[in-house]
C-alpha cells in the first residue's frame, strides 16, 4: 500500500466516528432534554480528533506533542464517563477524575521526556483513561438494579470498553508479532487494534444508546398518552383498558368501582382562583392514590370526577375507603383557606365482568349525583335505599 493508501486507511475510523458524533449531535438537536446524547457526540468528536491527529503524526512528532494529543483522548474519555453518567443519574465524580487526569498526563510526560519508557508511557497512560471511565460504575452498581437487558448490555458494554483500554496494551504485547515495539509507528498492530477496537465500541454504544433512547421515547409517550397531565392519574381510556385486565382476574373479585365528584368545585376556582383549585385537584387525587393497594386504578375522567377500581373488596368494605377518604381530605386540606371545606360526594357500585364495566361506571356515577342530590360529602352505595338524612356513609336499608 502506498502512504496514501495508508493514510485513508488510517483516516476512515477517525472519520466514522465524526460521523457518528454528528448523527448524535443532531438526536440531541432533537431530544434537548436528553444531555447525555450531548455528551456522547463531544465524546467521540474528540475522540475522532485524537485518533485522526495522532494517526497522521510521525513518532518524532507524537513525542513532541504527546501531552496536548494526549489531553484530548483524556478529554473525550470523560466526556464518554459524563454521558454514561447523565443516562444513570450517577456521578462522575469530577474531582477525582480531574485528579487521576493530572496523573495521567504528568506520567505520559515523564515518561516520553524524562524516562523514555515506552511501555511504562502507554501502560500509565490507559490504565488513567479506563479509571476515568470506571469512575460511575460504582454508583451505578449501588443503586438498584435495572432489570431490562438493554440497560445491562450498555452497562457490561461499557465496562468492557473501559477494561479492554487499561488491557490492550498487554494483549498487543502478547498476541503481537512485534510486542509493543513499533506501537509508535501509525501502521503499527498496536495502533491498528487500538483505531478498530475504538471504533467497534463507538458502533456499539451508538445501537445501543438509539435503541435504549427510542425506547424511553415510546414508553414515555405511551405514559402521556394513558395519563392526565394534571394529576399524573389515568385517563378515562387507559382507565378503561387497564380495567377490563383487572375484571378478568378471577382472583381479584369482588371489585368495586367508586366514582367521586369534589363538592363544589366551582366555587373553589370563582373563590381563590384556577390555580388554586388545580392544586385541589392534586391533592385530592394524592389522596386517592394514597389510600388504595396495588392494583387498584385511580383516574381522573374529567373536571373534577374521579374513579376507582378496587380489589377484593365488597361494597361494604368499598365504603369504609370512602368514608376514610372523606375524613382525610377534610384533615389534609393544605391548599384552602381554613374556613373553607374541602369535601367530595361518592357513588359505589360492584362490578363482575368486564361486560358489565359499562353499566357498573353508570350505576356509580349515578349513586354519585344521588349523594350530591342529598346535601353532598357522603357516599351512596348500590342496592341501598336512602332517607336525606345529615353527612356521613349512608347504607340505612338494603332493597330487596
Ligand atoms: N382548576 C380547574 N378547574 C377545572 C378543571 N376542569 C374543570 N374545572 C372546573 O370545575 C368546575 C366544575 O363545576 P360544576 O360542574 O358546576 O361542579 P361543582 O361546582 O363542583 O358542583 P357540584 O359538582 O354540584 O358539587 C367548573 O368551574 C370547571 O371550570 C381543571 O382542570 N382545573
Not at 374521579?306 to 365504603?319: E, H, N, R, Y
Amino acid at each position: 500500500m502506498s502512504a496514501a493508501d495508508d493514510r485513508i486507511f488510517l483516516l476512515a475510523p477517525s472519520l466514522a466516528m465524526l460521523f457518528l458524533a454528528g448523527l448524535l449531535g443532531i438526536c440531541w438537536l432533537n431530544q434537548r432534554q436528553q444531555r447525555f446524547l450531548l455528551w456522547l457526540c463531544s465524546a467521540y468528536a474528540l475522540t475522532a480528533l485524537y485518533l485522526g491527529i495522532r494517526s497522521l503524526l510521525s513518532p518524532e512528532d507524537l513525542d513532541h506533542h504527546a501531552t496536548g494529543i494526549g489531553t484530548l483522548y483524556l478529554l473525550g474519555s470523560w466526556c464518554l464517563a459524563r454521558s454514561f453518567a447523565e443516562r444513570r443519574r450517577v456521578s462522575t465524580h469530577p474531582g477525582l477524575a480531574l485528579l487521576i487526569g493530572l496523573v495521567a498526563l504528568a506520567a505520559l510526560f515523564y515518561f516520553t521526556h524524562i524516562d523514555q519508557n515506552f511501555w511504562d508511557r502507554l501502560y500509565s497512560f490507559n490504565l488513567g483513561i479506563a479509571l476515568i471511565l470506571l469512575l460511575p460504575v460504582s454508583d451505578v452498581f449501588k443503586k438498584p438494579r435495572a432489570k431490562d437487558w438493554l440497560n445491562q448490555t450498555l452497562l457490561w458494554s461499557y465496562i468492557t470498553y473501559a477494561l479492554f483500554t487499561m488491557a490492550r496494551p498487554l494483549l498487543v504485547s502478547l498476541w503481537g508479532h512485534t510486542g509493543l515495539g513499533g506501537a509508535m509507528q501509525p501502521n503499527s498492530l498496536y495502533w491498528a487494534t487500538t483505531l478498530m477496537s475504538v471504533l467497534f465500541f463507538a458502533l456499539l454504544f451508538t445501537v445501543l444508546i438509539c435503541a435504549v433512547t427510542m425506547r424511553d421515547i415510546v414508553s414515555q409517550l405511551r405514559s402521556e398518552r394513558d395519563h392526565d397531565a394534571l394529576t399524573k392519574t389515568l385517563n378515562r381510556r387507559a382507565f378503561n383498558e387497564a380495567a377490563r385486565l383487572r375484571l378478568a382476574d378471577q382472583r381479584l373479585h369482588p371489585i368495586a368501582i367508586l366514582a367521586g365528584d369534589i363538592d363544589h368545585f366551582k366555587r373553589i376556582n370563582d373563590g381563590w382562583g384556577h390555580e388554586r383549585g388545580d392544586r385541589v385537584l392534586q391533592l385530592v387525587s394524592a389522596t386517592l392514590q394514597r389510600n388504595v393497594r396495588s392494583p387498584d386504578l385511580v383516574a381522573r375522567f374529567g373536571g373534577e370526577e374521579f374513579v376507582l377500581l378496587l380489589k377484593c373488596i365488597d361494597l361494604a368494605g368499598a365504603g369504609r375507603l370512602a368514608q376514610r377518604i372523606r375524613l382525610e381530605l377534610g384533615a389534609d386540606n393544605t391548599v384552602l383557606p381554613h374556613e373553607a371545606q374541602l369535601t367530595m360526594s361518592f357513588g359505589i357500585s360492584a362490578v363482575k365482568a368486564s361486560a358489565q364495566l359499562d353499566s357498573a361506571l353508570k350505576e356509580a356515577d349515578r349513586l354519585m349525583y344521588s349523594a350530591k342530590n342529598a346535601g353532598r360529602d357522603r357516599a351512596h352505595t348500590a342496592g341501598v335505599l336512602y332517607p336525606d338524612a345529615g353527612p356521613g356513609l349512608q347504607m340505612l336499608a338494603a332493597t330487596p
